[in-house]
C-alpha cells in the first residue's frame, strides 16, 4: 500500500462513484480503477461493491477507512514540518474567494502578502464556495476560503468569524417598520439562490427541512452580483449577511430583515485540501488571511 493509493481510495469511498472520484483528482478512470485493483490486491480483500448506481465500501473497506485518513492527514503534517526548513519563502500561491469575502479582503491580503512576500506568485481567484471546493479538491487551488455547509471530509478547514443571515427583498409597502421576519413567513416567498453545491444552498435547506418545509427556488444562479441584482429587480427574494449587499440595502434597493426563528448563522473558514500539504507560501498566506480578516470581522 502507498499513500497515493489511500487517497484514492479515501476520494472514491467519498463521493461512491470511481468516475466522480476520477473527475475530482484529474485522472483516467482506468488509472484510478488500476490504483483501487492494486490497493485491493495488496489488501487481499475487496474493498469496494459495484452496484448499479456506483460503489459502496464492504465491511473491510468501513474498516479501512478511518485508518486511512489517519495516515494520509500524519503524512501531510509530516510535509508541512518538513517545508519549515526551506530557505527563502517563493513560488506560488492560488488562492480561491467567494465574492462576498473578495470584495472586503482580497485587495489588503493581496497588498499585504506582495509587501511582505515579493518573490511569491500571486493567483487570486473569484467565484462561488462550490466552485473553491472543487479546486481545492483537484488541486487547481491552495487555500480558499468557504462558507461551512457541506464541506467534504478531504478539506482542512479554520473557523474566521460567523455571520447572521438575513432576508433579502425588494423594499414594498408590506415590509416597512419591520426588522425580522421569521423562516416560516419567508419560505412562502419565491427565492433566488444559487445551486446545491454552494454551502449558503445547503444551510438553508437544512433549516427548511428540520421544519419539514422547501424553499421554492424559482431562479438558480451562480454569480452573486447577478443574484443581488435580480432580487433588487423584484424577481425574488433571497438570504444571504447583511455585509454582501449593504452597498444595495445603503441605496435602498434592498430590505434587510432578520432571519429569527431560527436565527441562521454561517461559519466562514480557511480551508485547503488534505492531499496537498501547505507550502511555506501557502501557509503564510493563511496566515495573512487570519489576519487581515481580524481587522474586518469578530473572529472565531
Same mark, same amino acid.
Given at each position: 500500500m502507498d499513500l497515493k493509493q489511500?487517497?484514492?481510495?479515501?476520494?472514491?469511498?467519498?463521493?461512491?462513484?470511481?468516475?466522480?472520484?476520477?473527475?475530482?483528482?484529474?485522472?483516467?478512470?482506468?488509472?484510478?480503477?488500476?490504483?483501487?485493483?492494486?490497493?485491493?490486491?495488496? @489488501?487481499?480483500?475487496?474493498? *469496494?461493491?459495484?452496484? &448499479?448506481?456506483?460503489?459502496? =465500501?464492504?465491511?473491510?473497506? #468501513?474498516?479501512?477507512?478511518?485508518?486511512?485518513?489517519?495516515?494520509?492527514?500524519?503524512?501531510?503534517?509530516?510535509?508541512?514540518?518538513?517545508?519549515?526548513?526551506?530557505?527563502?519563502?517563493?513560488?506560488?500561491?492560488?488562492?480561491?474567494?467567494?465574492?462576498?469575502?473578495?470584495?472586503?479582503?482580497?485587495?489588503p491580503i493581496v497588498e499585504t502578502f506582495h509587501q511582505r512576500y515579493p518573490n511569491v506568485k500571486l493567483r487570486i481567484t473569484q467565484m462561488l464556495s462550490g466552485a473553491i471546493q472543487d479546486s481545492l479538491l483537484n488541486g487547481r487551488l491552495d487555500i480558499g476560503v468557504l462558507f461551512e455547509g457541506n464541506v467534504s471530509p478531504s478539506l482542512r478547514s479554520h473557523p474566521l468569524w460567523e455571520d447572521t443571515l438575513y432576508f433579502m427583498t425588494q423594499p414594498a409597502p408590506r415590509w416597512e417598520g419591520r426588522d425580522t421576519i421569521t423562516l416560516t413567513e @419567508?419560505?412562502?416567498?419565491? *427565492?433566488?439562490?444559487? &445551486?446545491?453545491?454552494?454551502? =449558503?444552498?445547503?444551510?438553508? #435547506?437544512?433549516?427548511?427541512?428540520?421544519?419539514?418545509?422547501?424553499?421554492?427556488?424559482?431562479?438558480?444562479?451562480?454569480?452573486?452580483?447577478?443574484?443581488?441584482?435580480?432580487?433588487?429587480?423584484?424577481?425574488?427574494?433571497?438570504?444571504?449577511?447583511?455585509?454582501?449587499?449593504?452597498?444595495?440595502i445603503d441605496a435602498n434597493r434592498l430590505v434587510a430583515l432578520k432571519l429569527i426563528e431560527p436565527q441562521i448563522e454561517r461559519v466562514t473558514s480557511l480551508v485547503w485540501s488534505k492531499d496537498y500539504p501547505l507550502t511555506r507560501a501557502a501557509q503564510a498566506m493563511a496566515d495573512i488571511v487570519k489576519d487581515t480578516a481580524g481587522h474586518y470581522f469578530t473572529l472565531l
Open positions: 489511500l487517497r484514492t481510495f479515501l476520494h472514491v469511498a467519498e463521493t461512491g462513484s470511481l468516475s466522480h472520484a476520477a473527475k475530482r483528482l484529474n485522472v483516467t478512470q482506468p488509472a484510478l480503477s488500476r490504483q483501487i485493483k492494486m490497493l485491493e490486491e495488496d @489488501a487481499g480483500v475487496a474493498l *469496494f461493491q459495484r452496484t &448499479g448506481r456506483g460503489v459502496v =465500501l464492504t465491511e473491510a473497506g #468501513e474498516r479501512m477507512r478511518p485508518r486511512a485518513r489517519l495516515l494520509a492527514e500524519e503524512m501531510e503534517r509530516l510535509r508541512t514540518d518538513m517545508t519549515a526548513f526551506a530557505g527563502e519563502i517563493s513560488g506560488e500561491v492560488r488562492l480561491g474567494l467567494p465574492p462576498s469575502v473578495g470584495s472586503v479582503l482580497a485587495a @419567508a419560505l412562502e416567498e419565491p *427565492f433566488i439562490l444559487p &445551486g446545491p453545491k454552494h454551502g =449558503l444552498r445547503h444551510i438553508l #435547506e437544512q433549516h427548511a427541512g428540520k421544519m419539514g418545509k422547501t424553499f421554492n427556488v424559482v431562479i438558480e444562479v451562480e454569480s452573486l452580483a447577478i443574484h443581488t441584482e435580480l432580487v433588487c429587480r423584484g424577481l425574488g427574494s433571497t438570504a444571504l449577511s447583511y455585509s454582501s449587499c449593504q452597498h444595495h
